[in-house]
C-alpha cells in the first residue's frame, strides 16, 4: 500500500494532462474542421499521435515500475482492468461521435 498508490496517483496524475492534451487537440480539430488548412490538420495529427505515444510510453513506465511493487498475478489483474477500462472509454466515445454526428 505505501508504495503503490503514491505510484498511481503519480500515474493518474500525469495520465490527466496527457488526456487533456489529447482533448483539446481533438476539440480543435472538431471546431476548425470546416475551415482548417492541410498543413494545420498535419500539425494538429502529429500532435494526436505523439500524445497517444506519450499516454502508452507513461503506461509501459508505470506498469514497469509496479514489477518492484506489486506480485505479478495482482500485477496482471490490474493490467487487465485498466484495458477494460479504457476500452469502455473507447467505445463510449464512439457511441457519442455517432450520437452526434
Known sequence: KKRFWPA???YEKN????ITEIMIVILKYDKES???SKKEAKTLAKK???LR?????????????LYEILPHRKL?????VERQIEIGF??????EMHRSG
Not at 495520465?15 to 496527457?18: E, F, P, V
Not at 505515444?53 to 515500475?65: A, D, P, R, Y
Request: charged content about 30%.
Open 48 to 50: 494526436y499521435l505523439s
Open 76 to 80: 496482471l489483474r490490474l493490467v487487465e
Open 15 to 18: 495520465l490527466r494532462g496527457i
Open 8 to 10: 498511481y496517483d503519480d
Open 34 to 36: 470546416q475551415t482548417i
Open 53 to 65: 505515444i506519450e499516454k502508452i510510453e507513461l503506461w509501459k513506465s508505470f506498469v514497469m515500475n
Open 90 to 95: 473507447d467505445l463510449s466515445g464512439i457511441r
